[in-house]
């Protein structure tokens, strides 16, 4: 059974940083890819960022280019988002999601860590 299990939200002010974590357990297979997504209340469930598994080529959403940094451990199926110059529209659940090789799509998601930060 894959689990995925996020860390490392909270609340911070307008400005600061925050680094979240998520170590995926139970994965048998080759992963290609894994990601970040965020949903603020009311709206839509959006993408942050994500990086291929085997080169590390990351994707941003424009919000977040030159602020959000990913990284992965392919050694501990780990995935990271660093977050700097954080905005209070970067408010929301943020969610890491794994696409396995050959699938079309996200096929497993994380729980959440909510991320606030005040103005």
């Known amino acids: 059974q894959v689990q995925l299990v996020e860390s490392g939200g909270g609340l911070v002010q307008a400005g600061g940083s925050l680094t979240l974590s998520c170590e995926a357990s139970?994965?048998?297979?080759?992963?290609?890819?894994m990601g970040w997504f965020r949903q603020a209340p009311g709206t839509e469930r959006e993408f942050v960022a994500a990086?291929?598994?085997?080169?590390?080529?990351?994707d941003y959403a424009e919000s977040v280019k030159g602020r959000f940094t990913v990284s992965r451990d392919n050694a501990k199926n780990t995935v990271y988002l660093q977050m700097n110059s954080l905005k209070p529209e970067d408010t929301a659940v943020y969610y890491c999601?794994?696409?396995?090789?050959?699938?079309?799509?996200?096929?497993?998601w994380g729980q959440g860590t909510q991320v606030t930060v005040s103005s």
């Open positions: 139970g994965v048998i297979f080759t992963i290609y890819r």
């Open positions: 990086t291929k598994w085997s080169v590390g080529r990351a």
């Open positions: 999601a794994l696409q396995a090789l050959g699938s079309p799509k996200y096929d497993y």
